[in-house]
Every structure is written in structure tokens, then in C-alpha cells.
């Protein structure tokens, strides 16, 4: 099996029919799976090892750049994180009282 567009990050799901060419018998077999791109399925990020998971600052301490945060790392090099977002631990949109924004270049 070969997807018709390569550059989709989905996930195939596909069954084959084998016949013989004597006598009709046939038998499917599968299912099978194809995953192209960056799927759930394969690919999972880290914490750069460089990544600070703690950072202190001192009551009147300059902010600037108080906590650079390095990007997660990828198991697949093409499969590049485009976004990170600030989240709480159960997942919803950040609600502590210090203010995060983004670095900008």
C-alpha cells in the first residue's frame, strides 16, 4: 500500500483479499495499519535535557528572561513542534497569578 499524498499525517487502516487463481477461494487478512507523519501513534516528545525544571528567582529580581524554556524534543527529527502552550496539570488553559508570555526572537 502506497498513500496517494505523503505529506497528510494520518493514519491508514486497510484489510487484503488474497484469491486463488484456481478454484475461487479467497481470504482477507488484517488489519493492517499505516502511519505516515506524525501521528500519536509515533512520535512522542521529551524535555530537552537542558530544559530547567525549577526556576528561583529573588523577591525584586530583575524578570527578563527569568525562565527560558527549551522545546521538547521529538522521537522523529521531521516531525517539529510548531507549539507550546502554557497549561494547568489537568490540562486547562493557564490560571496561575504569574504572568507567562512567549520569548520573542
Known amino acids: 500500500m502506497k498513500p496517494t499524498d505523503n505529506s497528510l499525517h494520518t ?4 484489510w487484503v483479499r488474497a484469491t486463488a487463481s484456481d478454484g475461487g477461494s479467497t481470504g482477507i487478512l488484517g488489519s493492517y495499519t ?6 500519536a501513534d509515533t512520535v512522542t516528545y521529551s524535555d530537552d535535557p537542558a530544559a530547567l525544571v525549577t526556576q ?50
Open 34 to 39: 499505516l502511519h505516515v507523519g506524525c501521528t
Open 56 to 105: 528561583y528567582i529573588y523577591v525584586g529580581q530583575a524578570l527578563t528572561s527569568a525562565y527560558t524554556f527549551n522545546p521538547p524534543l521529538s522521537t522523529k527529527p521531521y516531525c517539529v513542534n510548531l507549539n507550546n502552550e502554557i497549561m494547568n496539570p489537568d490540562g486547562a488553559t493557564w490560571t496561575g497569578t504569574a504572568k507567562l508570555t512567549p520569548q520573542t526572537a
Open 11 to 14: 493514519v491508514y487502516t486497510f
